[in-house]
T-cell receptor, first 117, second 110 residues
Framework: GAVVSQHPSRVICKSGTSVKIECRSL??????MFWYRQFPKQSLMLMAT?????????EQGVEKDKFLINHASLTLSTLTVTSAHPEDSSFYIC?????????????FGDGTRLSIL | GQQVMQIPQYQHVQEGEDFTTYCNSS?????IQWYKQRPGGHPVFLIQLVKSGEVKKQKRLTFQFGEAKKNSSLHITATQTTDVGTYFC??????????FGAGTRLFVKA
C-alpha cells in the first residue's frame, strides 16, 4: 500500500531554532500533501495544503512566515518551523494523496514530535 | 466554516460490549473517511464512504453514511482490547481539504 515517510520522528531543541520536517511519499507521486498539527488528546488541525510546484495554501490563523512549506517535487514536501518557541511544541503530521481525485484517502506519515525548550 | 462534530468524546466499555461513535457535518459532504489512531501513533486509514446511505463492513466494524451525506457512524461489535484507540471521522466537501472530527477515545476493559 501507499507509504509516507516523515522525518525526523522527534526533535528537541532550544527556543529560537528553526526546525525542518520532511515528508516523502515512497511508492507514489503526491501532487498534494497536507500538514497537520495535533495537541495531546486533541484532533488533527489542518495547517496547510501543499501543492507541488506552487505556493502552499494556509488555513486561517496559521502564520505562513512561521511555518514555511516547500513542495519541491512530487515525492517531497517540507515544513520548516522558523524561530521555534515553546508554544510551537506539538505533534506535526503530514499526509499525502496518491491521485488527483477527492475520493482518494490520505496516507499519513508517522509524525514528528517537536519539543522546544 | 465547515465543521465536523463527533461524539462521544470518550467511551469506556467492557470487553465484549458494543461501541458506536457518531459524526455530523454542518454541510453536505462528498465523502467521509474513518481513521484509527493508537496512543503515540499516527492516524491509520480504515475506510471511505462516498454514496448516500452507504454501509460498509470490516469484520466487527460497520460504517454508515447518512442519506443526506451529512452524518456517519462507526459501530464496533463485541469490542476487544485491540480496539483501543481514538477513532476519527474526516469529511470532505469537494476538493481535497479534509476536516477531522474531534475523535472518540475508546477504552476497553478486559
Amino acid at each position: 500500500g501507499a507509504v509516507v515517510s516523515q522525518h525526523p520522528s522527534r526533535v528537541i531543541c532550544k527556543s529560537g531554532t528553526s526546525v525542518k520536517i520532511e515528508c516523502r511519499s515512497l511508492d507514489f507521486q503526491a501532487t498534494t500533501m497536507f500538514w497537520y498539527r495535533q495537541f495531546p488528546k486533541q484532533s488533527l488541525m489542518l495547517m496547510a495544503t501543499s501543492n507541488e510546484g506552487s505556493k502552499a495554501t494556509y488555513e486561517q490563523g496559521v502564520e505562513k512566515d512561521k511555518f514555511l512549506i516547500n513542495h519541491a517535487s512530487l515525492t517531497l514536501s517540507t515544513l520548516t518551523v522558523t524561530s521555534a518557541h515553546p508554544e510551537d511544541s506539538s505533534f506535526y503530521i503530514c499526509s499525502a494523496i496518491s491521485q488527483e481525485s477527492s475520493n482518494q484517502p490520505q496516507h499519513f506519515g508517522d509524525g514528528t514530535r517537536l519539543s522546544i525548550l | 466554516g465547515q465543521q465536523v462534530m463527533q461524539i462521544p468524546q470518550y467511551q469506556h466499555v467492557q470487553e465484549g460490549e458494543d461501541f458506536t461513535t457518531y459524526c455530523n457535518s454542518s454541510t453536505t459532504l462528498s465523502n467521509i473517511q474513518w481513521y484509527k489512531q493508537r496512543p503515540g501513533g499516527h492516524p491509520v486509514f480504515l475506510i471511505q464512504l462516498v454514496k448516500s446511505g452507504e454501509v460498509k463492513k470490516q469484520k466487527r466494524l460497520t460504517f454508515q453514511f447518512g442519506e443526506a451525506k451529512k452524518n456517519s457512524s462507526l459501530h464496533i461489535t463485541a469490542t476487544q482490547t485491540t480496539d483501543v484507540g481514538t477513532y476519527f471521522c474526516a469529511g470532505r466537501r469537494g476538493g481535497f481539504k479534509t476536516i477531522f472530527g474531534a475523535g472518540t477515545r475508546l477504552f476497553v476493559k478486559a
